[in-house]
């Protein structure tokens, strides 16, 4: 019995570590919602080159229940990095709109509320610019 229950533990653990993992820089994408490991949701706004525009939720969010124009950025300031140092943050699969992944594409709507909620129109412009 105790054997079993050590396996079903390390089990367990490994599950956690794996559904916890680094993004290559390629699977970065703009108008893509990612779930880090501390559970603050991302929105990439802009790339150019080897920089970003990113907008980060507070961490320790509460898995989201969202409609097209209810985005959990209100009032975060927008955050510009390099692309490789976004990807190495722990991510992890979550729950949108009925399916589990890494990341999550989103619509016209919520993109657009999302980069008005953390006022990055400015930013993007320049960095698109650049």
């Known amino acids: 019995m105790q054997k079993k229950q050590a396996l079903s533990f390390v089990g367990m653990k490994q599950i956690k570590e794996f559904s916890k ?3 290559k820089e390629k699977e970065v994408e ?9 559970n603050q949701y991302r929105a990439v706004l802009a790339m150019k080159g080897e920089f970003m525009i990113y907008a980060p939720g507070l961490e320790g969010n509460a898995p989201l229940n969202l409609t097209p124009t ?5 009032n975060q300031p927008f955050k ?3 692309i490789v140092t ?12 009925g399916t589990e992944a890494i990341k999550h594409k989103l619509n016209e709507l ?4 999302v980069t008005a909620q953390c006022n990055a129109k400015s930013a993007i ?3 698109l610019a650049e």
């Open 21 to 23: 993992m680094k993004l």
């Open 30 to 38: 703009v108008g893509y919602l990612y779930l880090t490991g501390a």
């Open 70 to 74: 209810k985005m959990p950025f209100e």
């Open 80 to 82: 510009k990095c390099q």
């Open 86 to 97: 976004f990807a190495k943050k722990d991510y992890q699969a979550f729950d949108f709109n």
């Open 110 to 113: 919520q993109l657009a509320e």
């Open 125 to 127: 412009a320049t960095l």
